[in-house]
């Protein structure tokens, strides 16, 4: 299938997890991936390497996305290799859980720093080369409508990106530009084992009030990015669409 033959796509923190799985949908789906890391080199250079086992056309680039000289670097790097951007998938992020009386000033920072400033700084970067029909994704979750207990700060950050998709799909609309969210349930990832949810009474609690009765893995997500990035989804803009086997 090549329904994104032609279009270059950057997906931030694709070096694991769902942006790996992301950034090899959009790569089989014909499009040219900048795979973004900000440590994990070894990790972005081997799905560099997977997609070009499959034919597919990819380069890594180190960037932390919640610095803007580095944001636009990623951009520019993006623009010298590959000449032009269409798509855009804001996915880099950060989960700490704790209880409101754990909260701290740091984890505060670094979970807004990264999943809400990150996004809009690389998203600032992308739209001054983003054309007509270009897509901007961005990646929230359902726990900003879910609100799980000890999640206050990270469900704040998505709850962010709920708002900043419906503000950007204005700003961006008159341009042409597309400006939508997937917001997964429970996605089996590196980060989810470090963060000690898998294998969890919370995992079963979820498994339980899902329809499609299991948790998703990273491809479960990229299929439906993979659409949002294609002209396929053209008329949709502003939405903000959940990618979890029915839980709400
Ligand atoms: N897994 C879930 O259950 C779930 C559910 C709903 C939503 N989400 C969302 O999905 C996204 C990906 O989550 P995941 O579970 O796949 O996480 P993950 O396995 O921990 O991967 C996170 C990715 O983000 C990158 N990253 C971290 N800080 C960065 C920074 N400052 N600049 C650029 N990249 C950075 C990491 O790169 P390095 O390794 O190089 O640091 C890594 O590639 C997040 O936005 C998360 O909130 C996840």
Redo the contacts with the bound molecule.
Sequence with gaps: MSKLAGKVAIV?????????GIAQALAADGASVVV??????A??DAVVERIAKAGGKAIAV?????KAD?AQALVDATVKEFGRLDVLV??????QFAPLEEITEEQFHRQF???VL?LLLTTQAAAKHLGESGSVIN?????SHITPPGSAV?SG??GAVDAITGVLSRELGPRGIRVNSI??????????H?AG?IGSDFQDEVVGHTPLGR??Q?DD?ARAVAFLASDDSRWLSGELVKAAGGYR
Excluded: H, Q
């Design positions: 931030t923190g694709a070096s694991k997890g769902i942006g790996a973004n890391y900000a440590s994990s080199k990790g972005a180190k960037a932390d996305v919640s580095e804001n996915n880099s992020g950060v989960y720093g990264i999943n990150g990646i929230g979750s359902v726990v990270y950050t998505k917001n997964p349930g429970m996605v089996e990832t590196e980060g989810a470090d949810v948790i998703g990273p997500i």
